[in-house]
């Protein structure tokens, strides 16, 4: 599996991801991705480990999003596949990948500002009953009943990420911390193993920045397994199981945090590349 | 022969609503809002220069301050409305709301001032007829095709080959980029919906010479040069001429088989083919 | 008094097509103008089944509401697919296409000329002819609409809808068909509508294509403008006030030839006046 780039020699060894795994927990396989003339992700192959934290690194523009969009059904491959837990996950809308037990979330928040912290929550929850028009107009004490389990579900993944107090509040009285952390409940709320996180750390101040880290290993232990995208090498030193590094839509080297940032010609693309 | 005089009917109607379409994909590429308040703008058109021919003055000087009078119209319908909602950040939806109260204004207006009655124009030539074997045509008709492919090769000689024509290409395909390169894309969007008014106040001013005016007959040639632009692709000036004149061909061809008042549904059943087949329009890459 | 109870009547089942509108405006985000052809086909069914006398009151009014339902998801599901702004193209040419087919499929619908002579409806059996009766039955009607509406939006499904206009994609993140709760309210709306349009005809006992027509269309969207988006007390308080206009007109001394045309010019000028500067409306939450 993951080896360099041939067109960019180097020393460094191919930092092989020596895991010993009969069927990888998700597997990208060869995926094409192009918009009109530019390709943003070439053949692009990795696994991602079951319960381990695996940061996605590289430049702007190396295709990270792009393949967040792909595993979650958002973009179709020109071509490549994606397996999760050995099932493919080709052609399948983003509910249906949800549903599966993948969730994610985005650089930008995407969170709905005109709702309460509590409900933003709440729309994350699966299989809600009242969520259709004849449930919500012909049962509504049914789905009275139904929401006050609902709203302790929510309130519970509100209390994980430490916002218990914050449940009314509606999301632009958060402060931008508070509002990264509402991403994460949102996306525990779907009941997902593997989440996929797109910056959860950037632009926090340093106190925020080690509550975040705190709050995926603690989510880690718990049985989750996280993909993150992430630009602070320090972040990815202290958090990261597994590294995969990825320059102009190809994974060029998977590895751990120490064989990546020490591997000069991956730092000379990552810094050099970047000025 | 009727085909032979209902096709050319249908090049008649087809180049003036192709110079509509133009106008509105113009304005559409660019600002990308959906303005449905142009036909109230190709509507006021032809009412200026019926009330300016009226009072006397000469029928090329009228449609020259109807153009006018438009373009400050198109200016002041983006300088005062749409850039204002811009500012407060207005969903799409709310301009849309915006845009169909400005065109309820001006129509109603119209309506107010000239009653809701047909007028028709008090220029006797217009209505001369020329004869060319079977074939039967007024000098109207005529003068709005030559008016309309003359405006389609003004269009597009401008948006390809002058300084601002470029810069609300550059704008349109990027406003981001734009605003950092300091385009100014707010200033270029009054620019683009001036001039995209101007061009509409020529359609509008022809083709009631032929076939006279009605305060609510804006929205029809709207609607079918909207069809013809999304069926175009958005952003081509030539797909969105070439198919008004096809749909309005179709349309008058139609006519053999299909009783004119349901002409609506001719092109709307058009407009559901091309979702279906091809929702990306014909001329999409042909930028 | 009777006057009185005509404008109650009136303005009831006018907060039946307030609700709609807003359900499919102001709760799912999309911009129509068709409302009134689904509130016509609604009214003209009614009408049809009464005057043959094949049905009662309340079969053809759910036969009427499940039509329109299924037109409104017809209608809607293939915008949903594409851009936002060809559903505007789709909403108007729906709208125009209605008014076609009003208008002249003369043996269903009278023509231009209306059919007259609807009987008044019954409540199983009950026949509901004073005023003042009607009255009740408008009265509940407007009481069962209400409640769906309310039930609706405190449901998760009314969560679900504000998640939508909000942000689909992250709604789509969150592992919700946002497809699905977009054409439910797009149903719901036409449920709405049509059963609307039964009360129309038969309180007036008269259906003509002018009730159903564009203009009718943005009055509608006025109200949910005025009265506010999303809520019930706004969905209730746009009809009730705007249906007053007319009557406060008839205190200015306006030439009855032009008043329609003034009473469409106010529902512009509010839009847009809205839209500026109170997009929440007066008793809702922000466009």
Known sequence: MAGLDPAIPTGTAPSTGAHPMTAPYLQAQGVEVAFGGLRALRDCSFTVGQGKITCLVGPNGAGKTTIFNVITGFLRPNEGHVTFQGRSLDGLRPQAIVAAGIARSFQNLRLFVDLTALDNVMVGLPSQPGEEPIGALFRPLHVARAQRAQRERAREALAHVGLADKAGEFVRNLSYGEQKLLTIARLLATGAELLLLDEPASGLSAGALDGIMALLRRLQQEGKTLLVVEHNTRVVQQIADDVLFLHQGHLMAQGTPETIIADPALAEIYFGGAL | MVWLQLLVNGLVTGSALGVVAISFALIYATTKIFHVAHAGVYTLAGYLAWSLVSHGVPDVLALLLAILCCTALGALIQHQLYARLERRRATHLVVLIASLGALAVIQNVIAAVYSSNILQFPVPWSSRVVTVGTLRLNWAQILTVVLSVLAYAGTMWFAHRTILGKQIRAVASNPFLAEITRLRPQRIYVIVVAIGSAIVALPGVLVPLDLGLQPYGGVTPLLTATIAMIAGGVGSITGAFVLAVGIAVLQNLSLLVIPGEWSIGVTFFIFVIFMLFRPTGLFAKAR | MDFLYSYIILAEVYVLLGLSTNLLVGI???????????????????????????????????????????????????????????????SFGIQLLATAVFTNWTNATGGANGLPGIPPPDVFGLPIESTGQFVILCSVAMAIGGLAFWLLMRAPFGRLLRAIREDELAVAAAGKNVLRAKVSAAALAGAFAGSAGGFYATFLSF??????????SILLLTMVVVGGARTLAGSVLGPFLLLALPQVLTLVDIPTSIAAAMRQLIYGVLLILFMLFRPQGLAGEKL
Do not use: K, W
Request: some cysteine.
């Open chain 3, 28 to 90: 799912a985000g999309i911009f129509s103008v068709s409302q009134a052809a689904v509130f016509g086909v609604g009214a003209y069914l009614v009408a049809h089944f009464l005057m043959a006398e094949s049905l009662g009151f309340i079969p053809a009014l759910a036969i009427a509401a499940v039509a329109c339902i299924v037109l409104n998801i017809l209608v809607t599901l293939p915008a949903l697919r594409v851009s936002g702004d060809y559903f505007v193209v789709t």
């Open chain 3, 207 to 216: 259906v003509d294509p002018s009730s159903f027509d564009l203009d009718a």
